[in-house]
């Protein structure tokens, strides 16, 4: 969070490079800074009905995958997914 803070300019350069950038808050991650994702105006409508659900995490399946792993924790993908699945339900 400090980085963000102090270099807003430079953060927001990296993303708009395509970077994805993970913000943490003494080693937990509160945040994920993003390029913003464009769908084609045929998926936008679909969405905007109702009859698409965008993705439930920003990035993809990339950027869940790419969630930074505390030491010493093991990687649970069941519980992974079951976060994601749950905002669906």
Do not use: C
């Not at 990296?14 to 913000?23: A, E, K, L, P, R």
């Not at 069941?78 to 339900?89: G, Q």
């Amino acid at each position: 969070m400090r980085e963000v803070t102090r270099n807003t300019s430079a953060v927001f350069d990296q993303v708009s490079n395509g970077d994805t950038i993970v913000v943490t808050n003494r080693g937990r991650v509160v945040g994920i800074i993003t390029p913003p994702q464009e769908y084609s105006p045929q998926l936008a409508e679909l969405i905007a009905q109702g009859t698409v659900l965008p993705p439930a995490v920003p990035g993809g399946t990339a950027a869940l995958l790419a969630m930074p792993v505390l030491p010493g924790t093991a990687r649970d993908s069941s519980a992974d997914l079951d976060a994601v699945r749950e905002d669906r339900m």
